[in-house]
């Protein structure tokens, strides 16, 4: 089954601690995104990559980094520097040419104390 | 500054009946345009998409309407079952950009049996 695979579902940290949120895809697609939702709002753009070793900065960087060193791959890095970090994370990939769809992980719900 | 708006946060509607939900958007340079459904706790799923250069775009019991002048466009879902209880997305790009999409805040949808 092809898909989208984010893990942990719910992970909880202290504040001060960088964590890192994986997300992994057997579709084949060349770009790959990371969004964040907090209640209330609709999915804010963090990062995204069109190819491997190259990504892009979204609307909400700051705070966060990222690596894109397999196709398949792209993990997100939530640091200590991200003021408000408790939220919902969702990656998704598109194949980026044949078709614009964007297709979503389950998300992982990272809470910060 | 929110470029695709979605300023009903919430709708019920009995099943059985038509279900419209709503989507602004401000950018003009929008061509692209997408429908998600969203469970809690889960990643959103697509549902249907728009290119600027059809006005109506269907599949099954789902339909977008895009009115390019209005910057507006609008999901139809006929007949609503209580299945399709979920919040709905929005999402707009400019497709030569690299695929940044940005999403409204969402529509949650109530399907009353």
């Known amino acids: 089954d092809g898909g989208i695979t984010q893990s942990p579902k719910y992970l909880f940290r202290k504040e001060g601690q960088n964590v890192t949120l994986s997300c992994e895809q057997n579709?084949?697609?060349?770009?790959m995104y990371w969004y964040r939702q907090d209640p209330g709002q609709g999915l804010r753009l963090i990062y995204y990559s069109q190819i491997v070793n190259d990504f892009q900065k979204g609307d909400i960087a700051e705070g966060y980094s990222v690596s894109r060193e397999k196709k398949e791959s792209f993990p997100l890095t939530v640091t200590s520097a991200q003021k408000n970090p408790t939220a919902f994370y969702l990656c998704a990939s598109s194949s980026g040419t044949s078709s614009y769809e964007q297709y979503f992980g389950p998300g992982t719900r990272l809470t910060v104390t | 500054d929110q470029q695709v708006k979605q300023n009903s946060p919430s709708l019920s509607v009995q099943e059985g009946r038509i279900s419209i939900l709503n989507c602004d958007y401000t950018?003009?340079?929008?061509?692209?345009f997408l429908w998600y459904k969203k469970y809690p706790a889960e990643g959103p799923t697509f549902l249907i998409s728009?290119?600027?250069?059809?006005d109506k775009n269907e599949d099954g019991r789902f339909t977008v309407f895009l009115n390019k002048s209005a910057k507006h466009l609008s999901l139809h879902i006929v007949p609503s079952q209580p299945g399709d209880s979920a919040v709905y997305f929005c999402a707009a790009s400019v497709i030569p950009t690299g695929n940044q999409f940005y999403f409204g805040t969402g529509t949650s949808l109530t399907v009353i049996p």
């Open positions: 728009i290119s600027s250069i059809k």
């Open positions: 579709l084949n697609h060349d770009a």
């Open positions: 950018n003009s340079m929008f061509d692209y």
